[in-house]
Nanobody, 117 residues
């Protein structure tokens, strides 16, 4: 099983950019489907983006065209490039991992992203 640590969160003005990183330790990182989720205050956690071992990606409609997920298997790291940030993107962002055809069952502790309007 992998362990996940997110970084890169912070405070940014609306329209700005941030890049989140998720470093994974453990075996066989390249086999995992990796995802980003977020949870805003008073709301349930929601899906943001995912990348499979094949590099195929999927995004929530709310971030499509603004966010890009990528992975570097040599560095055991997955990234979330966030552009054109909006105040509604403010949330704690979590990295998650899942084996193929399994649910996400490994989570990081999260990193706070705050977008000021």
């Amino acid at each position: 099983q992998v362990q996940l640590v997110e970084s890169g969160g912070g405070l940014v003005q609306a329209g700005g950019s941030l890049r989140l990183s998720c470093a994974a330790s453990g075996r066989s990182f390249s086999n995992y489907r990796m995802g980003w989720f977020r949870q805003a205050p008073g709301k349930e956690r929601e899906f943001v983006a995912t990348v499979k071992w094949s590099d195929s990606t999927a995004y929530a409609d709310s971030v499509k065209g603004r966010f890009t997920i990528s992975r570097d298997n040599a560095k055991n790291t997955v990234y979330l490039q966030m552009n054109s940030l909006k105040s509604e993107d403010t949330a704690v962002y979590y990295c998650a991992a899942a084996l193929p055809d399994r649910q996400y069952d490994t989570w990081g502790r999260g990193t706070q992203v705050t977008v000021s309007s």
